[in-house]
DNA sequence: GGCGAATCGGAACCACTGTTCCGGATGTCT
DNA sequence: AGACATCCGGAACAGTGGTTCCGATTCGCC
C-alpha cells in the first residue's frame, strides 16, 4: 500500500536463479520418480540445495507441484499439436495416444500422481482448458475424416485418456510396451461402425472434475490441509 | 515348545467376538469413504471401541485392510460367477463390467485404494489366482460363443478393468452413472472383426504385477515400512 | 574493497497418525 | 459367588515429513 514499498526485485540474483532451475529440475526428477509422495529433503539434496532455499520460491509443496505440472500440461499439449499436424487425423489420433502412454509410463507422476497440488475448490486451470481446447480440435478432426464414431464425444476420449493412464502407470515397470498395445486396443473402440453409446456423455464440468480427481491420485483430497494456514496464533 | 503352553483359546470371548465384527463393519464404511486414508482413530471411532481394541485382533492396520480386501475380492467373484450363470456370454460379460464399475463407484477403497495391504514382496494371494482363473473362464465362453474378438487375452481383460476402475473412481461424484456408458464403449473394443492388436500380450507375472500396483494406489509402497519392527532395543 | 540486502543451509519445530502400554472392567468357569 | 484370564479404552509414545527460523554467506553495487 504504501508508496515507499520497493516492491520485489523483478530479477533474481544470480545464484538465485540458478538455484531455482536447479530445485525445478529436481523437483521434476524426483516427482517422476517417486511421485508426489518425494520428500522436499529428497529434492533439496537432489538440487544440491537446502530445504529452505525451496521455501523461499515456493511457499509449500503443493506450489512446487503446481509449477511442475504446467511443465507437464505443456508437453501434452505439444504431443497434440504434432497430432495435429500430422495428414491423417486417424494416424495423428494413435500416435498421440502411444505418445501419452509412453510418457506417463516412464513419468511417475505423469500427469496423474503428480498434483495433489489441483485444489479441490479451484476450477479448471487455463492451461488444462486450453489442453482440452485442442484435443477437442484433434477429436473434431477425426470425426470430420470419419475415422472415429460420432457418438464417442470430448468426454469420453478424456475417460478413455484416465484409464490409459492408469494402465500405464500400472504396467510401466513390468510391462512398459504393454501400453502400445492397449492404445491399439481403445482405437478399436472409436472405429466406427458400433452401435451408438448408451447415457448421457460428461459435461464440461464433470470433465473439469474427473481431471481433478485423476490428478490427485485418487487416494484422498484432503479438502484443505489447515497446516499452512494455521498456528500463528 | 513347552507342553504347558495352553495354546491360545479357539474361540474368543462374546464380546471380543461382538467387537471384531463391529471393527470389520466400521473398517469397512471408512476404507470404502476414505480409501486407505482413514485413520485408526476414526475406524476405532466408529466402531465404538477404543485404539487397542482393534490392535488386540488386527497386529497392524495394513493386516486389518488385507481382511477387508478379501471380503472384496469375494464380492467381484460373486459377480463373476453370477457373469457365468448368465446365458449368452456377452451379455455376462458386459453385465459383470457394469457391476463392477459400480461397485467401484460406490467404494472409494474398491479394489483399488484400499490394499496398500498388497505387500510388494509377496506374489499373487490365492483369492487372486482364483479371481483371475474365473475371469479367464468368462473370458473363455465369450471366445468360445464369438462374441469376443479372439486376440484379446486375459491380460487386456485385465488391463481394461485397471483403466475401467480409474475411470470409475475419477467419476464417481460428479457423474456417477457414467461408468455404464464408459463399460459399452469398452465392450465395444472388444467386438470381433478388428485388426489383430499389435504387441505380446501380459504374461502372468506381468497380470500379477499389475494387480498389484493398481491395488496400490499407484501413490507409494514403501519397501517395508520399519515401525512395526524398530525400536524396543 | 567494502557495505547492505538478498539468499542460503539445515537444525529445530510441529502436527499427524500408526502403534504400544497398562490400570481397570468384563466374561467365563468352577 | 469367587477367582482368574481375557479384554477394553484411550492416553502416551515415536517415526515422518512439511514448514519455519535465523545466523552465516554471497552477490550486486558504489
Chains 1, 2 share one sequence.
Not at 19 to 26: G, H, K, T, V
Not at 29 to 35: C, L, N, R, S, V
Not at 103 to 117: F, I, K, P, T, V
Request: hydrophobic share 45%; proline share 6%; net charge positive.
Amino acid at each position: 500500500m504504501s508508496a515507499a514499498t520497493p516492491a520485489a526485485p523483478r530479477t533474481l540474483r544470480r545464484d538465485a536463479r540458478a538455484n531455482r532451475e536447479r530445485i525445478l529440475a529436481a523437483a521434476r526428477d524426483a516427482f517422476a520418480e517417486h511421485g508426489m509422495e518425494a520428500g522436499m529433503d529428497d529434492i533439496a539434496r537432489r538440487a544440491g540445495v537446502g530445504v529452505g532455499t525451496i521455501y523461499r520460491r515456493f511457499p509449500t509443496k503443493e506450489a512446487l507441484a503446481e509449477a511442475i505440472l504446467e511443465d507437464k500440461l505443456a508437453a501434452v499439449g505439444a504431443m497434440i499439436d504434432r497430432a495435429l499436424g500430422a495428414d491423417d487425423p486417424d494416424g495423428g489420433l494413435r500416435r498421440f495416444l502411444g505418445e501419452l502412454a509412453r510418457h506417463q509410463a516412464e513419468d511417475r507422476s505423469g500427469a496423474a500422481a503428480l498434483a495433489s497440488c489441483a485444489r479441490p475448490d479451484a476450477g479448471a486451470s487455463p492451461g488444462e482448458l486450453a489442453l482440452r481446447e485442442r484435443l477437442g480440435e484433434l477429436l473434431r478432426r477425426a470425426h470430420d475424416a470419419g475415422a472415429v464414431r460420432p457418438d464417442v464425444r470430448l468426454g469420453d476420449l478424456m475417460a478413455l485418456l484416465w484409464g490409459l493412464g492408469r494402465v500405464a502407470a500400472v504396467t510401466a515397470d513390468t510391462a512398459p510396451r504393454y501400453a502400445d498395445r492397449y492404445t491399439a486396443l481403445i482405437m478399436d473402440a472409436l472405429a466406427p461402425g458400433a452401435a451408438a453409446l448408451p447415457g448421457r456423455p460428461l459435461t464440461a464440468a464433470q470433465i473439469t472434475a474427473g481431471s481433478r480427481a485423476a490428478m490427485t491420485t485418487a487416494a484422498g483430497i484432503r479438502p484443505r490441509p489447515p497446516r499452512a494456514a494455521a498456528a500463528r496464533s
